[in-house]
């Protein structure tokens, strides 16, 4: 059944590692609470307190918004394929960007992505288990490649105009400051 622990075990690493896709949970003082699916390999741990992940370019930017305002951030990992675990990691995140001092050293952990915008680095506080007894069985097929299509397609240029136009604002109007901070 369900643990608490103050940092990630390398159990736990090594169960993130093998993770082919991560929820990520934020939420400002008002407005909507945001939960996003990740995958494409976009997920680091650096040590038993702290992972960084890379965000591209999507329909929206809720996470940056929040964490400007929040910084607060849960990550959830489900097991789908072997032993049941629900694993959460608490902490509190910043967003680096491209022209940001750490940008390039933590960039150089993930294989590049077209789109990507920001790296959210999150110092955890709180590592959680839970059975996971109720997730079901999946089968990993493979990423779908529409997404880094799209942003080859769009080129620099074009998804800094994308930023400008689709992600400067969350739903509820919060600042995300996408654009100021990576161009």
Request: aromatic share 10%; hydrophobic share 40%; charged share 20%.
């Amino acid at each position: 059944m369900g643990q608490r622990y103050s940092e990630i075990t390398d159990k736990l690493s090594q169960f993130i590692g093998k993770q082919k896709i991560f929820f990520v949970g934020t939420a400002a003082a008002g407005g909507r609470i945001n939960i996003s699916p990740k995958g494409m390999d976009s997920l680091r741990v650096l040590d038993k307190n702290r992972v960084v992940w890379l965000n591209v370019t999507g329909s929206g930017n809720e996470t940056a918004a929040h964490v400007l305002e929040f910084p607060r951030m849960t990550i959830m990992f489900a097991a789908f394929e072997g032993d049941p675990m629900i694993l959460r990691v608490y902490g509190n995140a910043k967003a680096v960007h491209r022209n940001d001092v750490a940008w390039n050293e933590l960039y150089s952990l993930f294989n590049p992505l077209p789109g990507a915008r920001q790296i959210f680095d999150v110092t955890v506080d709180l590592v959680q288990t839970s059975c996971g007894m109720g997730v079901p069985f999946f089968e990993y097929t493979g990423e779908r490649e529409q997404l880094n299509q799209w942003a080859v397609k769009k080129g620099a240029e074009g998804i800094k105009t994308y930023w400008k136009e689709k992600n400067q604002t969350s739903l509820d109007g919060k600042p995300t400051h996408i654009a100021e901070k990576n161009l």
